[in-house]
Structure formats: C-alpha cells, structure tokens
C-alpha cells in the first residue's frame, strides 16, 4: 500500500511527462519542414520554357531556328553526321545548351515517333552510351510533357534538368 | 511552519508553476502563428509575382506572342514608359517591380554589362571588333523599379524568355529578371 506522499509523486510525474511529451508533439508540428505546393509546378513552367525558348531560338549563322534544324536532321537522321554539317548540330547545340544551361546538370532528347533518339545531350557533351542523366532520376526536374517538334512525324523534344540545380539557375544572380 | 502554512506555499508554487508554463504556451504559440503568417504572406507574395511575370511578358507594348519579346518595341518602350502622362499607368502595371532582360545566348562577351537602349542601336561599329547593335550590347532595362525606403530585402526571380529582333527576324535566348522589394 503507497502512502498519500508517493500518490502524489506519481501524479505529479505524470503531468510532467503529459506536458513534455505535449511540447515534443508542437514543436515537431512546428518545426518539421513543410513541403512548398507550388514549388513543383513552378519548376515544371520554368523549364518547359527554357525548352520552348531554347527551340525558338535562331540557329547560328542562319535563319532557321533550332527547331527547323532539329526537324530537319531527325527527319534525314543526319544530326550527328559530320559529313552533312561540320560542326554536326548535336555538337552546336550541346555547344548552346552549355552557354545556356553553365555548370547545370542537363539531359536534352529528341525522338521521333518509332522512340530512335537523334539527339542525346547532357552536361559533358553527346550522351554516346543513351545512359540518360546522370543525376538522380527520382529528384531530376523534367519538362511535365515533351514539347512537338514535328507532330506529323511525332519528333519531340524533352529537356531533364536536375532539380537541386534548378534553383541555382532561377535564383542567383550572374549564375546566368 | 504549521500544516496550513506548508499546503498554502504548495498551493503557491503549483500556481507559479502553472502560470509558468502558460506564459510558455503562449510564447510558443504566437511565435510560431506568427511564423506561419509570415510564410503564408511569402507564398502569397510569390504567386503575384509569378503572376505578374507571365503577365508583364503580354504586355501588349513589348510582346511578340506567347513567352516572347520585341527587342525594337523594347527600345521604344523606354521613351513611353519615361513621358509624365504614362508613369502613373505604368508604376501601376510594373507595380514598381524592377524588371530587366538580358542575352544569354548568342553570348554578348564583353558587352553583356551594357543597356541595349536607343544611344546602343544607334552607336558606330564598336571600335577594335566592329560590333554594331544588338551585339553591342547585354541587357534591357524594361522598368526600373525603386524600392520605398521601408523595403530593404529583395528577391530575384528568373524565367527564359525569347528576344525578338525583327530588323535580322532573328530569334536570341533571353532571361526576364524581376526584383521584388520586400
């Protein structure tokens, strides 16, 4: 049998440990960090329109735009044939895509309709091995859908861009 | 101490106790209500600008279509903006933000520090490397916005635009900075 004494020991311990625990409880709430809704959808517009920018602009030297050169290439499956443009247009837009995207981690693809890729592009020039990106696929930032290069034929374009670079890119002044 | 002085003090102290841990709670809670309140103005803060970023892009005195703007309509621009009978109009539209953009690509080397405006178009060929406009040149001023003396942080916001230059019907690779002043 516990005296009177001890009772109110007890009881007072366990009001202790209610409040303690009650704290743990808000401050975990409080602290805890909470997940940016919009942050997703506003990657998503930002690189959909560096790809959309990208493709409209002019073509070195020439009148086309890098979209009609993209289309014309994949269309004669010459993008990286030396033999047709010197330099090919792989390597003049991996040259584009480095001043653009500087010290980003990128992947850049255009495919046709039958999935052949013509174009394999990520921050250390051609993609020969078609191994993808080389960040983590799971925090990558990609371009919500590919953009049309061509619909009659069905070649796209798509545009990955790692997502812990993304910020760097859209946020700090003179990294651009 | 007699019985009753030893149960008052014991009544006190739990009191103080009490009172104690209220003042706590209440610290804690008006802390972090006041923190969320302050995230919440900063999200809300964000969407207007995202908002006004797309929406100053299709102003009808700049813009060439969907994510695009005219480089000549831009060098005009600077003169309407500046005439007394528009600013009000458009410190209401520009909402005092600073809004500039500049050329990434073709890459403008060493001039990528100098305002493309009306003295750049008209400049002689530039003198060792002959550059005219709009090589010439780096970056557009579309409306230079000035923080109240109450505003003392910034944010900076970036979105790839494309520029326009219809003299050659050529398209450039363009970042649209906007500065908000918090």
């Known amino acids: ?176 | 101490m007699k019985k009753a002085q030893i149960q008052f003090m014991e009544m006190i102290f739990v009191l103080v106790i009490v009172v104690i841990i209220l003042v706590i709670g209440v610290f804690l809670y008006f802390s972090f209500s006041s923190k969320s309140v302050e995230e919440a103005g900063e999200e809300l803060s964000d969407i207007d600008v995202t908002i006004a970023m797309n929406s100053l892009i299709g102003v009808p005195e700049i813009t060439c279509g969907a994510n695009c703007i005219d480089t000549l309509k831009l060098l005009v621009f600077s003169n309407v903006r500046d005439a007394d009978i528009n600013k009000e109009y458009y410190g209401d539209v520009f909402r005092n933000l600073n809004v500039s953009v500049s050329v990434l690509w073709p890459p403008r080397g060493s001039f990528r520090g100098v305002e493309c405006d009306l003295a750049a178009f008209n400049a002689a060929p530039a003198a060792v490397t002959g550059e005219i406009y709009p090589e010439n040149c780096g970056f557009y001023v579309i409306y230079p916005g000035k923080p109240d003396t109450n505003q003392h942080s910034k944010e900076i916001l970036e979105n790839a635009v494309s520029l326009y230059y219809p003299l050659t019907r050529k398209h450039a690779f363009g970042i649209l900075r906007i500065e908000v002043f918090k």
Request: aromatic content about 6%.
């Open chain 1, 1 to 176: 049998m516990m005296k009177k004494g001890q009772i109110e020991i007890i009881g007072l311990m366990m009001i202790v440990l209610l409040i303690i625990f009650v704290i743990v409880v808000v401050l975990w709430f409080a602290i805890r960090e909470k997940p940016h809704l919009l942050e997703p959808q506003r990657e998503n517009i930002k690189t959909i329109s560096i790809l959309n920018t990208l493709i409209a602009a002019s073509y070195p030297n020439e009148d086309l735009s890098i979209q009609d050169r993209i289309e014309e290439c994949a269309k004669n499956s010459n993008c990286n044939d030396p033999g047709v443009y010197n330099p090919t247009v792989e390597e003049t837009l991996d040259g584009i895509l480095k001043a653009i995207l500087r010290d980003k981690d990128y992947y850049f693809i255009v495919k046709d309709g039958s999935g052949v890729s013509h174009i394999r592009l990520d921050e250390n020039g051609v993609d020969l091995a078609g191994t993808g990106p080389n960040c983590d696929i799971e925090n990558n930032l990609r371009t919500p859908e590919d953009v049309y290069i061509d619909p009659i034929t069905n070649i796209k374009a798509s545009l990955t861009i790692c997502s812990q670079t993304t910020s760097r890119v859209f946020n700090t002044i003179g990294k651009w």
